[in-house]
């Protein structure tokens, strides 16, 4: 019974590793993509460039929030940053190269796949790490207003809309995968094993 919850804490302890890895890239590369996007909006749109670097100040703290709560937790960051890097530079450039409404879709598509990264380890984390599922919920919101303000600025929601949230939603999830070697998909088979147990407990129970 000891060597069973031992082990399980130790793939507790594992499976949070790998969400500040996740988490702490993808918000490296949300920042990247968003320095793009004002870089080509300073030029193209001017407008928008507040905005922009508001969502980019709230991801440089989601970084560095992540990034603090690493060491109590035996947590490194990923060894590919420079991934995230370029992945979330082109992404950026290329979609404000295309306009403003595209900056708008590629932040819905890169925000969603976030929140939905999110509510997955909120599920996981409660009761497990408090501390860890207080700041993602309180990061979370913090998402959502951006994916909000993606949703609102977009004059049209059109053919190119429906074609690229898929794809961009695809790249996000693929970039994740690669900057973590796999760490990821092993994280969500985790959470959805863990999904599953806490489904059939109370059946078990009575
Ligand atoms: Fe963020
Ligand atoms: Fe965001």
């Not at 702490?24 to 996007?37: T, V």
């Not at 190269?97 to 932040?107: A, D």
Request: contains cysteine.
């Amino acid at each position: 019974m000891i060597d069973v919850l031992s082990k399980s804490n130790r793939d507790t302890a594992i499976t949070i590793r790998r969400i500040l890895k996740v988490n702490h890239a993808g918000e490296f590369g949300a920042i990247r993509i968003y320095g793009a996007q004002i870089l080509i909006a300073g030029r193209l749109f001017p407008d928008i460039v507040k905005t922009l670097e508001d969502m980019r100040d709230d991801e440089i703290d989601h970084c560095r929030l992540f990034r603090e709560a690493m060491p109590e937790r035996g947590a490194k960051p990923c060894r590919v940053m420079s991934l995230w890097s370029l992945g979330g530079y082109v992404l950026g450039f290329l979609t404000a190269l295309c306009g403003r409404n595209m900056v708008w879709i590629c932040t819905e598509a890169v925000e969603s796949a976030v929140h939905r990264h999110l509510q997955d380890q909120l599920a996981f984390l409660d009761n497990r790490d408090p501390d860890l599922h207080a700041l993602i919920a309180s990061i979370q919101e913090q998402e959502l207003a951006h994916l909000r303000e993606a949703e609102n600025n977009q004059k049209s929601q059109g053919l190119s809309r429906a074609l690229l949230l898929p794809v961009i939603g695809a790249l996000t999830d693929m970039m994740i995968w690669l900057s973590t070697w796999g760490d990821s998909s092993c994280m969500r088979s985790e959470m959805a094993r863990d999904k599953t147990a806490k489904s059939v407990k109370p059946t078990n129970a009575i």
